[in-house]
């Protein structure tokens, strides 16, 4: 039997260990399913005599190491910043690891030393990044082996609600940890290319400059830009690429009103609110509002923002309970994000029966023969359930397919990596069609880079 060993067995992981254990038998496998919650480990395995869950806390190194010393190949589903640990150990104890996330500086650091010990450190394939990647990859490189030259990429992805479970004013609930959402695009400007002119959106305006666009029978989306679209032209070996834009999808709506959110303050995560343990949604909405003796805090508001009363905007704060006198986070030292968060993880939590839904959308812009031409491809999954979501589903199971063909020797080029090259993407992309993850290609009439740009 070959160990693969999990780390981390939360929301992410579900697809990801049901894929390995039904492989388990005819691949001849064993999962360590290791998690700081033995009770979570346990639920993950689903009493599968090929799977032993345990409880594992990774600051403690010894335990970490020996668990590391017995697995023949290590998946890291944790937080980002916790991986280092677990490659140096990879490093010392020879074995292959995969994890989801970006690769970070220090992760890239070891790719020297990956490469002398012959060992792959696959990262980024999950959904975004991940699919995202090999689904690009694909497309890129059939246009270059026609003889085509790239001249504008742009790429969009979104996790959100399936439009049967669709059933708030913001069209919008969480698949995945809501603190990133509130948080999104903080920490650094956006930049992109547009046409040869490098363009730069600062994080008070990035919701105000949006792209839509349409997914058949899906409807309308829009798109606002990601940090760094740049750093993506070497890796696709686009460097000379006069448009590279990716971005994430919402509906058609949600930005202009998230915008009014920053303009309140109410995503800061860069200091503390005073006396938030005792503080009503009302009181939190009045804090950011100037001071009246007489302007309710709803008059204030509207005044604030300029937003009419028959405005939709409108409604979506009156659907957030922004306003409740009642209602109180109950959280000490609360940052505005985490109070927010607070509020918004009640008001867009997935229900029992509802189902999440991923929407990925790629625009190829190429010359061929002194023509220009663009292809469109368009990926929508939806969920099974509150486990097996559309995000667990396209996160994990790119995670588990790439682990199995590393084990069976079909990815081979060794080092710190993302999913780019044919070994890993052509396979995967291949097995992913028969769990419904399906790219539409279609050939359109060129129409070059049009932002839609709403506002300043």
């Avoid at 012959?118 to 990262?123: D, Q, S, V």
Wanted: glycine share 6%; charged share 25%; net charge negative.
């Amino acid at each position: 039997m070959r160990n693969i060993l999990i780390i981390g067995a939360g929301r992410s992981a579900s697809s990801l260990i049901k894929y390995l254990l039904n492989k388990s038998e005819s691949e001849q496998l064993q999962l360590t399913i290791a998690d700081f919650s033995l009770e979570l480990a346990k639920k993950k395995t689903n009493n599968h005599s090929n799977a032993v869950p345990i409880q594992l806390d990774i600051a403690n190194i010894e335990q970490r190491q020996k668990e590391i010393q017995k697995a023949d190949i290590v998946i890291s589903m944790l937080p980002a910043h916790m991986h280092i640990d677990i490659a140096e150990d990879c490093l010392a104890f020879k074995k292959h690891m995969v994890t989801a996330s970006y690769i970070s500086p220090k992760m890239q650091e070891l790719d020297g030393l990956a490469k002398e010990k012959g060992l792959i450190f696959m990262n980024e394939i999950g959904l975004d990044p991940g699919i995202d990647h090999m689904s690009a990859m694909k497309i890129i490189d059939e246009i270059k082996e026609k003889g085509g030259k790239m001249i504008q990429f742009e790429s969009f992805c979104g996790g959100l609600v399936a439009p049967e479970s669709d059933t708030n004013l913001w069209n919008y609930k969480f698949s995945w940890n809501p603190r990133n959402v509130v948080l999104a695009g903080q920490g650094g400007v956006s930049k992109f290319i547009q046409e040869g002119k490098y363009k730069y959106i600062p994080y008070n305006k990035l919701f105000r400059r949006t792209e839509f666009m349409e997914v058949e029978g899906y409807g309308r989306f829009e798109g606002y830009a990601n940090r760094d679209s740049l750093k993506y032209r070497s890796i696709y070996g686009l460097d000379d690429i006069l448009t590279m834009y990716r971005g994430t999808l919402r509906r058609v709506g949600y930005s202009k009103a998230w915008d009014m959110l920053v303009q309140l303050g109410m995503t800061d995560d860069t200091y503390s609110l005073e006396n938030t343990e005792n503080m009503s949604y009302r009181e939190f909405t009045n804090s950011f509002l100037p001071y009246h003796p007489t302007d309710s805090v709803e008059l204030k508001l509207r005044h604030y923002l300029k937003i009419d009363q028959d405005d939709v905007i409108w409604d979506k704060f009156v659907e957030l309970d922004l306003f409740n006198a009642s209602k109180k986070a109950g959280i000490k030292n609360a940052t505005p994000a985490q109070y927010l968060e607070h509020i918004l993880a009640e008001k867009w939590a997935l229900q029992p029966e509802d189902k999440d839904m991923i929407v990925m959308y790629h625009k190829f812009g190429y010359e061929l023969n002194g023509k220009q031409h663009q292809i469109d491809s368009t990926m929508v999954c939806i969920g099974d359930d509150q486990t097996y979501t559309a995000m667990a589903k396209t996160v994990g199971l790119p995670v588990a397919m790439a682990t199995l063909q590393i084990l069976n020797g079909n990815i081979k080029t060794p080092g710190v990596q993302l999913p780019i090259k044919k070994e890993v993407y052509v396979p995967i992309l291949k097995e992913l069609e028969t769990f419904g993850v399906i790219f539409n290609e279609k050939e359109v009439p060129y129409m070059g880079y049009n932002p839609n740009n709403v506002g300043s």
